[in-house]
T-cell receptor, first 113, second 113 residues
Framework: DVKVTQSSRYLVKRTGEKVFLECVQDMDHENMFWYRQDPGLGLRLIYFSYDVKMKEKGDIPEGYSVSREKKERFSLILESASTNQTSMYLC????????????FGQGTRLTVV | GDSVTQMEGPVTLSEEACLTINCTYTATGYPSLFWYVQYPGEGLQLLLKATKADDKGSNKGFEATYRKETTSFHLEKGSVQVSDSAVYFCALRINSGNTPLVFGKGTRLSVIA
C-alpha cells in the first residue's frame, strides 16, 4: 500500500514555540506539498517541493518554512507558533508527469495555545 | 489565477436520494479535474478524475463529466448511502510541469438513514 505518513495526528504547542511537522512518503515521488485546512476556507497551499532541496511558496507561506533534505521527507516549520496557526495540516505527494494522483497523509491537527 | 468554486454545504440527504454537488472552475491553461473525498478523521483520497473535455470520471457509483463549454465538473450519484457521508473537494491542476492542485472549499455531505 502506498503511504504518506505524518508524524503526529494531534499536537498542542505554546505561542512562540518552534514547531516541526514531519511528512514521509514511500512512493519515491518527486513532488511534495503542505496544505492547511480550515472550515469554510478549504485547502490552502503553504509550500511545495518538486525536488530535494527545492521549494516553492504556495498561497499562504507567511510564518512557515520548509525543509527537504531527502526525497522521501518534507518538513513544515512554524518558526514562532501563533494562535492563528491553529489548524489541520495535510501533507501530500505526487509523481511527476502525466495526470498522476496526489496521495495525502491523515493530517496533523495542531492547536497553538 | 486558477480557481475552483463549489457549492457550499452542508448538504443533508436521506439514504437513496440523488446527489449533485456543483463545481465550476477558472483556469489559465488546460486543466485536469478531480474530485477528492475526506471521510471523518482521515486525509483526502482521490474519488475520480477527468483529463480532457467530455471525459467522464466514475468510481463507487459517483460520476462527473468534464464540460469545457460550461467550465464545470459536477459530481453526481443516483442513490447515496450513509457511508457516503464525508467532505467532497473539487480540484484542478494545469497540465504543465509540477503545478500543484488547486482546491475548492469543500462540501460536507451528511446522509441520514
Amino acid at each position: 500500500d502506498v503511504k504518506v505518513t505524518q508524524s503526529s495526528r494531534y499536537l498542542v504547542k505554546r505561542t512562540g514555540e518552534k514547531v516541526f511537522l514531519e511528512c514521509v512518503q514511500d512512493m519515491d515521488h518527486e513532488n511534495m506539498f503542505w496544505y492547511r485546512q480550515d472550515p469554510g476556507l478549504g485547502l490552502r497551499l503553504i509550500y511545495f517541493s518538486y525536488d530535494v532541496k527545492m521549494k516553492e511558496k504556495g498561497d499562504i507561506p507567511e510564518g512557515y518554512s520548509v525543509s527537504r533534505e531527502k526525497k522521501e521527507r518534507f518538513s513544515l516549520i512554524l518558526e514562532s507558533a501563533s494562535t492563528n496557526q491553529t489548524s489541520m495540516y495535510l501533507c501530500a505527494s505526487r509523481a511527476t508527469g502525466g495526470v498522476s494522483e496526489a496521495f495525502f497523509g491523515q493530517g496533523t491537527r495542531l492547536t497553538v495555545v | 489565477g486558477d480557481s475552483v468554486t463549489q457549492m457550499e454545504g452542508p448538504v443533508t440527504l436521506s439514504e437513496e436520494a440523488c446527489l449533485t454537488i456543483n463545481c465550476t472552475y477558472t483556469a489559465t491553461g488546460y486543466p485536469s479535474l478531480f474530485w477528492y473525498v475526506q471521510y471523518p478523521g482521515e486525509g483526502l483520497q482521490l474519488l475520480l478524475k477527468a483529463t480532457k473535455a467530455d471525459d467522464k470520471g466514475s468510481n463507487k457509483g459517483f460520476e462527473a463529466t468534464y464540460r469545457k463549454e460550461t467550465t464545470s465538473f459536477h459530481l453526481e450519484k443516483g442513490s447515496v448511502q450513509v457511508s457516503d457521508s464525508a467532505v467532497y473537494f473539487c480540484a484542478l491542476r494545469i497540465n504543465s510541469g509540477n503545478t500543484p492542485l488547486v482546491f475548492g472549499k469543500g462540501t460536507r455531505l451528511s446522509v441520514i438513514a
